[in-house]
């Protein structure tokens, strides 16, 4: 079973400019959260979507905003990019309704703001 | 919301030694808390999970305990090895937000032959 794929892993981007990260969840899996991961706030929760629906949300402000489409792929969008959006964002999936939390985490997708 | 304290930062262990890492959390509506390890450069991966309905959880050399009245968790490690050297998060969530996880901040651990 193919893993938890992100693209772009890599992405250079500038002050003002926005950017849309993509998640693929293993096969089956219908929940995909995001997390942003940096040295100084370690790993913070984004957002979490299952069925298409937004189930829950972080602490992030509305600039951050995410969706989920039929096939349980996920995107996530950051708009006005900041210094500070630079950082390791990481999708993971679940099987949300069966008896786990285990997420299954991508290797992630690494934002520079310059 | 929920906040999850994490400590030590750094752990430094003779290989064969022994490794305990401690999470403390703030909201006691949490019932589920796994751990998390992260080699560098690759992706988070669970190691050890346990639900407020149990006290303790094993699972080879690594062991998980909770106490929910202090709201306190704690991994252990045993006779540690080079390859148990990563960062540890521990975490909390709601089992019917498995999703949402308030991760400690993470321990950085170093095993050296």
């Known amino acids: 079973k193919a893993g938890v794929t992100q693209t772009p892993r890599y992405l250079i981007k500038t002050r003002g400019q926005q950017v849309t990260l993509s998640c693929s969840p293993i096969s089956g899996h219908r929940s995909v959260s995001w997390y942003q991961q940096t040295p100084g706030q370690g790993l913070q929760f984004l957002f979490e979507y299952f069925s298409e629906t937004q189930r829950n949300k972080g602490n992030f402000p509305g600039r951050f905003s995410g969706r989920q489409f039929s096939n349980s792929r996920s995107e996530m969008n950051v708009s006005t990019l900041e210094l500070g959006d630079s950082a390791l964002y990481l999708c993971?999936?679940?099987?949300?309704?069966?008896?786990?939390?285990?997420?299954?985490f991508g290797e992630g997708s690494r934002l520079t703001v310059l | 919301g929920e906040n999850v304290e994490q400590h030590p930062s750094t752990l430094s262990v003779q290989e064969g030694d022994s490794a305990v890492i401690k999470c403390t959390y703030s909201d006691s509506a949490s019932n589920y808390f796994p751990w998390y390890k992260q080699e560098l450069g690759k992706r988070p991966q669970l190691i050890i999970d346990?639900?407020?309905?149990?006290g303790e959880k094993k699972d080879q050399r690594i062991a998980v305990t909770l106490n929910k009245t202090a709201k306190h968790f704690s991994l252990h490690i045993t006779e540690t090895q080079p390859e148990d050297s990563a960062v540890y998060f521990c975490a909390a969530s709601l089992t019917d937000s498995w999703g949402k996880l308030q991760f400690g901040a993470g321990t950085q651990v170093v095993v050296t032959p």
């Open positions: 346990i639900r407020s309905n149990v």
């Open positions: 993971a999936s679940s099987p949300r309704g069966a008896n786990t939390g285990e997420l299954f």
